[in-house]
């Protein structure tokens, strides 16, 4: 089991589900994913998040969303592989971001910091190093957000306190799954350095 780390509790990550936009840019809501829902839980967990929410206003998706992460909290499941438990602990399943807005500010007394991710560069960015500095040198609460699709609609990134610099690779190739992206996100942000 890996130390809590000192910026973790006041971190906290959003995966929206809508709006995003799918290939052609139509603004939709795209599905929730077993694999999304447990292994993003895991790294909030082991990088020592406050919390992890999966926003989608698609009831039958937040009922399934509900069920797994019960599945995993009560019963064989809990049993079988309390790690996982522990991880799911920190699942909220929300319809809306506002939701997700009001219940943090409703744990720390202010509103958090929004800090809006995607693939590709934009003005005014800050980068991972930039925000683990600003993380660090205050107890304000930051609320990371990632999309899925092809990426966070434009009025997402208008709510945006700070732009995370994108993610780059060796080439000019960038589809990252958002797992991946989320993974390198946090090891940027809250690693051991």
């Not at 971190?11 to 589900?17: G, N, P, Y």
């Not at 919390?51 to 019963?75: K, M, N, S």
């Not at 309390?82 to 720390?108: C, F, G, H, K, Q």
């Not at 990632?146 to 208008?158: A, H, K, M, R, V």
Request: aromatic share 8%; hydrophobic share 40%; net charge neutral.
């Amino acid at each position: 089991m890996t130390e809590t780390s000192p910026v973790g509790p006041h971190v906290s990550l959003a995966l929206l589900h809508y709006p995003v936009y799918d290939k052609n840019r139509r603004v939709v809501a795209s599905a929730v994913t077993n694999l999304d829902l447990h292994d993003i839980a895991r790294l909030a967990r082991t990088f020592g998040l406050f919390r992890y929410y999966v926003v989608t206003p698609i009831a039958e998706q937040r009922a399934l969303a509900e069920r797994i992460r019960g599945h995993w909290q009560v019963g064989c499941g809990a049993n079988y592989n309390p790690m996982r438990r522990e991880a799911l602990d920190l699942l909220r399943v929300t319809p809306r971001l506002e939701d997700v807005l009001t219940e943090l500010e409703s744990d720390y007394k202010r509103p958090p910091k929004i800090v809006v991710t995607g693939a590709k560069a934009r003005a005014n960015s800050v980068s991972c190093a930039g925000l683990r500095r600003l993380i660090e040198e205050t107890d304000q609460p930051h609320l990371l957000l990632f999309g899925t699709g092809w990426g966070l609609t434009d009025e997402i990134f208008e709510l945006a306190d700070f732009v995370l610099e994108p993610i780059m690779g060796a080439g000019d190739y960038n589809h990252l799954s958002v797992r991946a992206a989320v993974a390198i996100i946090l090891d940027r942000l809250m690693g051991e350095r």
